[in-house]
Every structure is written in structure tokens, then in C-alpha cells.
T-cell receptor, first 111, second 115 residues
Framework: QKEVEQNSGPLSVPEGAIASLNCTYSDRGSQSFFWYRQYSGKSPELIMSIYSNGDKEDGRFTAQLNKASQYVSLLIRDSQPSDSATYLCAAYSGGYQKVTFGIGTKLQVIP | DVKVTQSSRYLVKRTGEKVFLECVQDMDHENMFWYRQDPGLGLRLIYFSYDVKMKEKGDIPEGYSVSREKKERFSLILESASTNQTSMYLC??????????????FGPGTRLTVL
């Protein structure tokens, strides 16, 4: 059973701080990794994807991938109250394999 | 922009009823998915389809069936609704595997309540 594990939180950070969200995955064959943001009552929306080891930056968001440690993280700099949401980590193993989602980490940014 | 639409945002049905949930995508995606999302359990895959008339079971297919007669439309059917099928149902679509095309795009969701 392929698994993606996340701490459900909530993770509380003050406004302006860096929020660090973490995820581990069990399938060493996973090729692609995604971070989705989900506001309460809404559907998930993609915010970052990463395929290679290292960092990938997009605005205030940085995704980090370490395949040797089977670890993915998402950093949110200058956190805003509007970043308060649940962040889902997902891993994809290629071909007709399904995407496996983590349970999600709830982030609360305190003004 | 990719657009995935679902037939209803909220639905209330009675135990034993046959329920149809429809999903339509407008980006010519080959792959379509049905998930349910429950508190503490995350997103769980019910069925997916990688082509017209093709379907594959996901993690929790029991009590559900699907239909994909046209590329843009993927239907989820609850043959005889039960209270434990009360949930948020999410449809998603994606292009075939490979690089950025693995990204799944989600519809707005249907919150189904079975009484």
C-alpha cells in the first residue's frame, strides 16, 4: 500500500513568519509530487509541483524534494491569514498508477 | 483554464435511492477520477478512467459504479445509497502521465447527504 504521510496539524504560525509543511512517502518509485491547497468547503487547487531533487520556488512558495529520504516539504514565506487552509501533499508513480494523497495539514496563520 | 464542473453542489437523498453524480471537463483530458473526502480520512479514490469506456477500481469501489461514454463526462453511480456514503465527492481530470501533465484538476465537489 503506497502511503503519503502528513501531520494533520493544526500548524499555527504568526503572520509574516515562515510556515513549513512536511510530507513523507513510502513508494520509492514515485516520480512527481504535488502540493494542493484546500480552503474549508472548497476543492483542492494545485499550488506547486516538483519532480527533481532540490528546491523549486514560486513567489512566496518553495517546494523541496529529497528522494533519498523520501521527503517533500512546502515552505510559505511571509505567511498571510489568507494562507490559512489545509495543504495536501500528493505523490504519483507514473503510468496508470494513481496519485496518492496525504491526509492534509491544516495551517492557521494568526494575525 | 481547465474547467471541471459537477452537476450539483449539494444533494440530499434517502437510503436505498439510486444516485447519479456527473462530472464534465472541457480540456480534452484522457484521465478522470472520482474521490470522496471525509474528515480524518483525506481523499480516497473510488474509481478512475483513462479512456472512454475504460474504468479502473480505486481504493474504495464497493457500493459505487461509474460510466464514461464520452471523453468529457464521467459519472459516479450509487446503486443503493446508504448513510455511510454521506460525504464530499470530488471529481478530477488530468492529461496522460508524464511531467506536468500528471496534475489533477478538481471540480467544486458535491456534498451528498444520505438520510
Amino acid at each position: 500500500q503506497k502511503e503519503v504521510e502528513q501531520n494533520s496539524g493544526p500548524l499555527s504560525v504568526p503572520e509574516g513568519a515562515i510556515a513549513s509543511l512536511n510530507c513523507t512517502y513510502s513508494d520509492r518509485g514515485s516520480q512527481s509530487f504535488f502540493w494542493y491547497r484546500q480552503y474549508s468547503g472548497k476543492s483542492p487547487e494545485l499550488i506547486m509541483s516538483i519532480y527533481s531533487n532540490g528546491d523549486k520556488e514560486d513567489g512566496r512558495f518553495t517546494a523541496q524534494l529529497n528522494k533519498a529520504s523520501q521527503y517533500v516539504s512546502l515552505l510559505i514565506r511571509d505567511s498571510q491569514p489568507s494562507d490559512s487552509a489545509t495543504y495536501l501533499c500528493a505523490a504519483y508513480s507514473g503510468g496508470y498508477q494513481k496519485v496518492t494523497f496525504g491526509i492534509g495539514t491544516k495551517l492557521q496563520v494568526i494575525p | 483554464d481547465v474547467k471541471v464542473t459537477q452537476s450539483s453542489r449539494y444533494l440530499v437523498k434517502r437510503t436505498g435511492e439510486k444516485v447519479f453524480l456527473e462530472c464534465v471537463q472541457d480540456m480534452d483530458h484522457e484521465n478522470m477520477f472520482w474521490y470522496r473526502q471525509d474528515p480524518g480520512l483525506g481523499l480516497r479514490l473510488i474509481y478512475f478512467s483513462y479512456d472512454v469506456k475504460m474504468k479502473e477500481k480505486g481504493d474504495i469501489p464497493e457500493g459505487y459504479s461509474v460510466s464514461r461514454e464520452k471523453k468529457e463526462r464521467f459519472s459516479l453511480i450509487l446503486e443503493s445509497a446508504s448513510t455511510n456514503q454521506t460525504s464530499m465527492y470530488l471529481c478530477a481530470s488530468s492529461l496522460p502521465s508524464g511531467g506536468v501533465t500528471d496534475t489533477q484538476y478538481f471540480g467544486p465537489g458535491t456534498r451528498l447527504t444520505v438520510l
